[in-house]
């Protein structure tokens, strides 16, 4: 069974950072892609950050790119989401995704077989 448990998400003031934290259980990372979200009320779930776990290869969206750094422990089971020079337009839940093939676009929702239930992200101006 697949687990997936996101942490490290609070109320922070703008320019804060917080890191974020994606446990897995239960699931074999090689060769899929590992992936941040988000999601506003009233708006679409956002791909924000994104990890092949075999090789380490990034990407993120244009809005977090140069404050957000996604990264992976050598085993792939746990992917991180450092988040620095927060800002308000940034609040929102963020959920892990797991399962993500490589052939699929690694910022899009449906690239990803699994879930966590997240993470609320806060941040006041």
């Known amino acids: 069974q697949v687990q997936l448990v996101e942490s490290g998400g609070g109320s922070v003031e703008a320019g804060g950072s917080l890191r974020l934290a994606c446990e897995a259980s239960?699931?074999?990372?090689?060769?899929?892609?590992r992936g941040w979200f988000r999601q506003a009320p009233g708006k679409a779930r956002e791909g924000v950050a994104a990890i092949y776990v075999g090789g380490g290869r990034t990407f993120y969206s244009q809005s977090v790119k140069g404050r957000f750094t996604i990264s992976r422990e050598n085993n792939g089971n746990i992917v991180y989401l450092q988040m620095d020079n927060l800002q308000p337009k940034d609040t929102a839940m963020y959920y892990c995704?797991?399962?993500?093939?490589?052939?699929?676009?690694?910022?899009?929702?449906?690239?990803?077989?699994?879930w966590g239930q997240g993470t609320q992200v806060t941040v006041s101006a």
């Open positions: 995704g797991a399962g993500g093939s490589i052939s699929g676009a690694p910022l899009g929702s449906d690239t990803y077989d699994y």
């Open positions: 239960g699931y074999t990372y090689s060769r899929n892609a």
